[in-house]
């Protein structure tokens, strides 16, 4: 499972988009990037999933770059409720779904 | 249709003493997995079930078990409880036959204090 890279913390204020990029220098051929969310006191929940150029739900955009070694989940216009911890992960999900490793991942602050 | 439910979503043990944690999965879910999480960090993967069977493991010691039964509800047993063994216990559930996408759902975690 490559090892991943994001910062410890985020600030910003609602209306704004907020950017998370994750660095994964040893990512391989058959492996994905996901991206977790967790409210305190909860467990995470699925956000988006990548493997290249981008992807865009009704929640989030992932970017990931032609070399694959990191990519940035996007958040438009975000919401006091957006408060939570971000985790990024990189697996095959075909050889290692269901075992999941998580980092500290990013918690991000969204004041008014 | 409901979620992953665990049971109890808290709890309080003294140490040596030994725990049962419970999970029903997602419906239409055939595959549990647990994780540790630890006050400040990201989960830790414990095992996974499967058909009945633990498919994977992480680095936990053997005072860590599990069980999936025949409706696919999944325990966490953990004998001989340490300080360190407080923490949040999570439980993911999928369906091994679907997209692999690797997407799990999770249910709220039942918090385990040792005293």
């Known amino acids: 499972l490559a090892k991943t890279t994001q910062p410890i913390s985020m600030d910003s204020y609602e209306g704004q988009e907020v950017n998370i990029t994750c660095s994964h220098n040893n990512i391989a051929t058959n492996d994905y990037i996901t991206w977790y969310q967790q409210f305190p006191s909860q467990g995470p929940r699925f956000i988006i999933q990548g493997y290249k150029t981008k992807v865009t739900n009704e929640v989030a955009s992932l970017f990931i770059p032609a070399d694959r070694k990191s990519s940035t989940l996007s958040l438009p216009r975000v919401s006091l409720s957006d408060t939570a911890v971000y985790y990024c992960l990189v697996g095959d999900p075909t050889d290692s779904w269901g075992k999941l490793q998580f980092g500290a991942g990013t918690q991000v602050v969204v004041t008014p | 249709d409901a979620g992953v439910t665990q049971s109890p979503t808290h709890l309080i043990k003294t140490r040596g003493q030994q725990v049962t944690l419970r999970c029903s999965p997602k419906s239409g879910h055939d595959t549990v997995s647990w994780y540790q999480q630890a006050l400040g960090q990201g989960p830790q993967f414990i095992f996974q079930?499967?058909?009945?069977?633990?498919?994977q493991r992480g680095n936990f010691p053997d005072r860590f078990s599990g069980h999936q039964f025949p409706n696919y509800s999944s325990e966490l047993n953990v004998n001989a409880l340490l300080l360190g063994d407080s923490a949040l216990y999570l439980c993911a559930s999928s369906d091994y036959k679907g997209t692999n996408t690797g997407e799990l759902f999770f249910g709220e975690g039942s918090r385990l204090t040792v005293l």
């Open positions: 079930y499967y058909e009945e069977e633990e498919r």
